[in-house]
Every structure is written in structure tokens, then in C-alpha cells.
């Protein structure tokens, strides 16, 4: 496996989650991302997680909006 581990993260996910609805939460502390010279791998590592079209860049609220939409199911 090459690249980050958010990357084979989000590979793993996307490929499971064509069974069932996924959550990947992704915590960001300063301490570890918010140095300069880790910016690039951070975005490389976003950029790959979304860029493909099938996972959404969204917040909690956006997600319990968008469950409430859906047809109910008996």
C-alpha cells in the first residue's frame, strides 16, 4: 500500500460501503497536522479521500438532514 493511511482508510471504507451506509471521522489535532510542513500530505490525503465522487465532504448536521429526507422503511 502506498500513500497515507487515511488513503487506504478511505479505500477500505468506499469498497465496505457499498454494502452499508459509513461514517469516517477523521480528527485533526494541531498539534500533529498543523505544522507547516505537513499541510500537503493532509490535502494529498483529502484530496483523495473525495475526489473520486463517492464519498461527501459535509458536517454532522448535514448528515442528520439528509437521514431525515429519506423514505421511511417498514
Not at 469516517?24 to 475526489?51: C, D, E, F, T
Request: no cysteine.
Amino acid at each position: 500500500m502506498k500513500g497515507p493511511r487515511a488513503n487506504w482508510l478511505a479505500d477500505e471504507m468506499l469498497g465496505q460501503s457499498e454494502r452499508q451506509s459509513l461514517v469516517m471521522g477523521i480528527a485533526l489535532h494541531p498539534y500533529l497536522v498543523g505544522q507547516p510542513h505537513r499541510l500537503k500530505q493532509l490535502r494529498r490525503a483529502l484530496s483523495h479521500i473525495v475526489n473520486d465522487g463517492r464519498a461527501w465532504w459535509t458536517t454532522p448536521g448535514a448528515i442528520m438532514d439528509h437521514v431525515a429526507g429519506l423514505p421511511q422503511q417498514a
